[in-house]
């Protein structure tokens, strides 16, 4: 089947040595991989004071490169958050924005997250929240930076009922926990490692809200096609977590 992949980067990460991939060797990397699509957030909006040149230069270099569907990142707690979000949006490709509430030093309770989240259901927009970008137990040394709060997370979808959130980055014990609590959420199986991972996860979550997720350069992007194509699941099952429900998310 072709994979719809909810979590690549492009750019270069500083504390590891991760394959820092441009948008044509990504794309390459992962139609190897049988990924034909994949949403693709700029890893240079990380650390950056904002966040706006590497979405301008992630929306520069996608364009013509089969497969990549843009996601900026937004910085709500950043007093122009609403000027990078029209230079953003002005642009067709975009559909969805990224939050990176650990990285970027907010909570989602906030009230500039308030204000960023109304107007993006406004635009109609969807929005990743991204939980981890990588096991806070491997974080550089200096860096103290903690995953977003399952219970952080569910409250803030409680109180946005009308938009449509993907969480990016749970482990399988949090994915657990959260799915009765927002069942209209979508949640990528990136950071999901488990025995019989999706066996288990599907004990206790529908298929509907679990979505297929490499994290490529971060994680192994075979291991991602693994998780699924191991699990012994059904063909529909396989193709609804594969690919339709982020499919449904995005442009449903």
């Given at each position: 089947?072709?994979?719809?992949?909810?979590?690549?980067?492009?750019?270069?990460?500083?504390?590891?040595?991760?394959?820092a991939?441009?948008?044509?060797?990504?794309?390459?990397?992962?139609?190897?991989?049988?990924?034909?699509?994949?949403?693709?957030?700029?890893?240079?909006?990380?650390?950056?004071?904002?966040?706006?040149?590497?979405?301008?230069?992630?929306?520069?270099?996608?364009?013509?490169?089969?497969?990549?569907?843009?996601?900026?990142?937004?910085?709500?707690?950043?007093?122009?958050?609403?000027?990078?979000?029209?230079?953003?949006?002005?642009?067709p490709?975009?559909?969805?924005?990224?939050?990176?509430?650990?990285y970027?030093?907010?909570?989602?309770?906030?009230?500039a997250?308030?204000?960023?989240?109304?107007?993006?259901?406004?635009?109609?927009?969807?929005?990743?929240?991204?939980?981890?970008?990588?096991?806070?137990?491997?974080?550089?040394?200096?860096?103290?930076?903690?995953?977003?709060?399952?219970?952080?997370?569910?409250?803030?979808?409680?109180?946005?009922?009308?938009?449509?959130?993907?969480?990016?980055?749970?482990?399988?014990?949090?994915?657990?926990?959260?799915?009765?609590?927002?069942?209209?959420?979508?949640?990528?199986?990136?950071?999901?490692?488990?025995?019989?991972?999706?066996?288990?996860?599907?004990?206790?979550?529908?298929?509907?809200?679990?979505?297929?997720?490499?994290?490529?350069?971060?994680?192994?992007?075979?291991?991602?096609?693994?998780?699924?194509?191991?699990?012994?699941?059904?063909?529909s099952?396989?193709?609804?977590?594969?690919?339709?429900?982020?499919?449904?998310?995005?442009?449903?």
């Open positions: 089947m072709n994979y719809f992949d909810a979590s690549t980067w492009i750019g270069k990460w500083p504390f590891a040595f991760v394959d991939h441009m948008p044509r060797s990504l794309a390459a990397h992962l139609k190897a991989h049988g990924i034909r699509r994949a949403l693709v957030s700029p890893l240079d909006a990380v650390f950056s004071p904002a966040p706006g040149p590497a979405n301008q230069e992630l929306l520069r270099g996608i364009k013509g490169v089969k497969g990549l569907i843009p996601v900026p990142v937004i910085n709500p707690s950043l007093a122009n958050w609403s000027e990078e979000l029209d230079a953003v949006t002005g642009d490709r975009v559909r969805a924005v990224r939050l990176l509430p650990s970027h030093g907010y909570r989602l309770r906030s009230r997250v308030d204000a960023f989240t109304v107007e993006a259901a406004r635009r109609r927009l969807r929005v990743i929240v991204q939980v981890r970008l990588i096991d806070e137990r491997h974080e550089y040394h200096a860096m103290h930076i903690k995953p977003v709060k399952p219970a952080d997370f569910a409250e803030f979808v409680k109180r946005h009922p009308r938009l449509r959130v993907v969480a990016s980055g749970f482990i399988r014990s949090e994915i657990l926990s959260i799915a009765m609590q927002c069942p209209r959420a979508l949640i990528d199986l990136s950071f999901a490692e488990w025995h019989e991972t999706i066996r288990h996860l599907l004990a206790r979550v529908p298929a509907r809200q679990l979505c297929f997720a490499s994290h490529t350069p971060f994680l192994i992007t075979a291991a991602a096609r693994a998780k699924l194509e191991t699990s012994g699941l059904s063909r099952k396989l193709g609804r977590i594969g690919s339709s429900n982020l499919e449904q998310w995005l442009i449903g």
